[in-house]
């Protein structure tokens, strides 16, 4: 998912030979019926519009909800210092649920973490859906930070937490859901692909695109891992910035010494460090590397009080930055300090340090070049080495923001099915995270139309300690993807 700070960036690796393992054939493994307790009864072949939906759907929010927490206990966190076997358990439990929905299911790799398509035929001449979402999730953090328990989703009041809740399990449900309430025979065809190592960077995707394409083909695709305005306010994400990550290490000294003896005429590394990261930002906050892309350009705007209470700022801290808040946040760079190798304040000795790393993740604009934007973060930090002190700067990934067509029939088609589903028209946003792979998808299918959907709102947490997901705004989430699927159906394929 993305929320406020969410990022999607991937690494640049080789594609490597894909490889596929079958939850049983595509053409057998789709399950009877009554394979699933609360699915209501399955539409003649042809998919016929079923006016009641919204109904449908809130019968199926319970047995939704339980699955949702059984694929939220599987701790399938992507990164490489985790289990793999998580990942894979999750993979097969994602195929499972597909699977019982009515779909033909298939568990692909490409060298990294499995991905799950499934699909779903619709009636003949129907356009083709691309559902989207992702498995895989992110650390937990400190457990010590999370009111409840990180790998046991808990309900407390309208919030369903835990990590995964919402992004990007709840994206698989609703998926799930919307081929649920129609009985899994969709008046569209429906692929859904879900990925297992977008937290991780996506690095097999191309790989999977490739070898998928056929496939994976589709007339309009749903990328379920955004967030909404607000409870209450849906959205459609026509904006992404991009992203780019690089480790810096700056050495001051062959090997540590005394602080005592050297300390004042020699410099240490983790002082220079302090120095060097501060020539990031000017004084008002904004991103002081030269050259970056940058619009003030929004049509909405945060109120200001909100905002600091969603992201959860501290009294008296002051909002960085110039321009809309909405600017800030989807079409300007920022730049954030994501991790610092030091002496831990518990084992640090009266030592001057002779090397320091620390991880810069910055967020561009959406038009910016991601390569260039590398060369200008890079550039900057050789050219304000503080005393003298090496620095090198090394590339770790990076990602192309994106914007998306904000019309057509597939867009005015969601807009409408969001606005019957919350009973208010959805609001055009930019979201300050980054979604690198959707230029993939774009790429390898240039005639799909784009949406970009969310199950999440300003208060999830994606990427936090205490993560949730809005139960009642889940709920209508899943009704306008089933109310999109139908109205897509009565739409034409693009030629």
């Known amino acids: 998912m993305i929320g406020p700070a969410h990022h999607r960036a991937r690494p640049a690796s080789p594609a490597r030979p894909v490889r596929a393992r079958n939850l049983g054939a595509m053409t057998d493994r789709r399950a009877p019926a009554d394979a699933h307790d609360a699915t209501p009864p399955a539409q003649p072949v042809g998919g016929e519009p079923r006016p009641d939906l919204a109904a449908i759907v809130a019968d199926l929010m319970p047995s939704v909800l339980a699955d949702l927490v059984s694929l939220a206990r599987i701790p399938s966190v992507s990164l490489p210092a985790f289990d793999p076997g998580h990942v894979r358990a999750s993979a097969d439990r994602t195929a499972e649920l597909l699977a019982a929905a009515g779909a033909r299911v298939e568990v692909v790799t490409a060298g990294g973490h499995p991905a799950v398509i499934g699909r779903v035929e619709g009636p003949p001449g129907a356009p083709t859906v691309l559902l989207y979402a992702h498995h895989d999730v992110q650390p937990p953090g400190d457990d010590a930070d999370w009111d409840t328990p990180v790998w046991e989703p808990t309900r407390v009041g309208d919030r369903l937490y835990g990590r995964g809740t919402a992004d990007d399990k709840a994206g698989i449900l609703a998926h ?45 695709l749903v990328i379920a891992d955004s967030a909404n305005w607000a409870i209450g306010t849906p959205a459609l994400t026509t904006t992404l910035r991009g992203n780019v990550r690089a480790v810096v290490t700056v050495r001051a000294l062959s090997h540590g010494v005394h602080s005592g003896m050297f300390g004042g005429v020699v410099p240490d590394a983790v002082t220079a460090m302090c120095r060097l990261l501060a020539t990031l930002h000017d004084d008002a906050g904004s991103v002081a590397v030269a050259g970056l892309e940058s619009s003030d350009e929004t049509t909405v705007d945060h109120d ?20 809309s808040t909405t600017s800030r946040l989807w079409t300007q760079p920022a730049l954030t300090v994501i991790g610092i190798d030091a002496p831990s304040v518990d084992e640090a000795a009266n030592l001057l340090s002779p090397a320091c790393r620390a991880k810069l993740s910055m967020r561009i604009a959406p038009g910016q070049d991601p390569d260039e934007a590398m060369r200008l973060l890079a550039a900057h930090l050789s050219a304000h080495a503080p005393w003298g002190v090496h620095v090198e700067v090394e590339p770790e990934d990076s990602g192309a923001g994106f914007v998306t067509a904000t019309d057509g029939p597939y867009v005015e088609a ?15 946003v930019g979201i300050g995270g980054s979604i690198p792979f959707i230029s993939e998808f774009a790429e390898a299918f240039p005639g799909a139309a784009i949406l970009v959907t969310g199950v999440e709102d300003p208060d999830t947490r994606a990427h936090g300690a205490n993560e949730s997901l809005h139960v009642p705004e889940f709920e209508k989430v899943c009704l306008a993807e089933a109310l999109l699927l139908q109205r897509l159906g009565e739409t034409r394929p693009r030629g």
């Open 176 to 220: 799930v859901a919307a081929l649920r309430a129609h009985g899994g025979r969709p008046p569209v065809n429906v692929v859904v692909f879900v990925e297992g190592e977008e937290e991780a960077g996506s690095a097999s995707l191309p790989a999977l695109l490739a070898e998928h394409r056929d496939a994976l083909a589709c007339d309009a």
């Open 304 to 323: 200001e009080a909100q905002l600091r209470a969603d992201a959860g700022a501290l009294p008296g801290v002051d909002l960085i930055g110039r321009g």
């Open 414 to 428: 969601a807009r409408a099915a969001f606005a019957q589903a919350w009973g208010t028209d959805p609001v055009d």
